[in-house]
T-cell receptor, first 110, second 122 residues
Framework: RKEVEQDPGPFNVPEGATVAFNCTYS??????FFWYRQDCRKEPKLLMS???SGNEDGRFTAQLNRASQYISLLIRDSKLSDSATYLC???????????FGRGTSLIVHP | GAVVSQHPSWVICKSGTSVKIECRSL??????MFWYRQFPKQSLMLMAT?????????EQGVEKDKFLINHASLTLSTLTVTSAHPEDSSFYIC??????????????????FGPGTRLTVL
């Protein structure tokens, strides 16, 4: 199976900090990329899609680097409510086959 | 928009019984649904891909006779855990892939997850 790798963390940061996560993927044929967030004992929720050169949504910025085969998630001005596990998802082209990373745990403290 | 429900949200059963979990896309149609399992402090593990009107595709190591999947309509897929044992206790989550992105606020190639079913087998 194709691999999607994430640093499991935890990343322990104070409120207001900027934190960045990386996710690397091994399948160069991958075509679509997503960041999900999962709270403890809950289902994953879509945070943002990452297409072409990346995108921004408020305090969150996602970037895609096809040459190096990684995507990143930047969170600015961290809030306590950002504490969660962030999952990287990569889809292969053609037949839709999602591959999840193991997730990166973020803890934002006062 | 893009709501996926699961029923039941939790179930406790005796060893040897079968448990059926339903996954419904409420405001969009889904040709493809996925079933995942997640053990505590571990990542999501894809069990199978369910396509409407055809047999499910199981991931390596997942017993198709133990985890029966039926995708009878564009809005409903079911997972039946047959003869459940304590080692089957886990958090089972489904997701749905919209057939027509854009409707109900859905996006292309994006999975929408149900709230999960917590199964405890005694």
């Amino acid at each position: 199976r194709k691999e999607v790798e994430q640093d499991p963390g935890p990343f322990n940061v104070p409120e207001g900090a900027t934190v960045a996560f990386n996710c690397t993927y091994s399948n160069s044929a991958s075509q679509s990329f997503f960041w999900y967030r999962q709270d403890c004992r809950k289902e994953p929720k879509l945070l943002m899609s990452v297409y072409s050169s990346g995108n921004e949504d408020g305090r969150f910025t996602a970037q895609l680097n096809r040459a190096s085969q990684y995507i990143s998630l930047l969170i600015r001005d961290s809030k306590l409510s950002d504490s969660a596990t962030y999952l990287c998802v990569v889809n292969e082209g053609g037949s839709y086959i999602p591959t999840f990373g193991r997730g990166t745990s973020l803890i934002v403290h006062p | 928009g893009a709501v996926v429900s699961q029923h039941p949200s939790w179930v406790i059963c005796k060893s040897g019984t079968s448990v059926k979990i339903e996954c419904r896309s409420l405001d969009f149609q889904a040709t493809t649904m996925f079933w995942y399992r997640q053990f505590p402090k571990q990542s999501l593990m894809l069990m199978a891909t369910s396509n409407e009107g055809s047999k499910a595709t199981y991931e390596q190591g997942v017993e198709k006779d133990k985890f029966l999947i039926n995708h009878a309509s564009l809005t409903l897929s079911t997972l039946t855990v047959t003869s459940a044992h304590p080692e089957d206790s886990s958090f089972y989550i489904c997701s749905a892939l919209p057939q027509r992105p854009g409707l109900a606020g859905t996006q292309k190639d994006t999975q929408y997850f149900g709230p999960g079913t917590r199964l405890t087998v005694l």
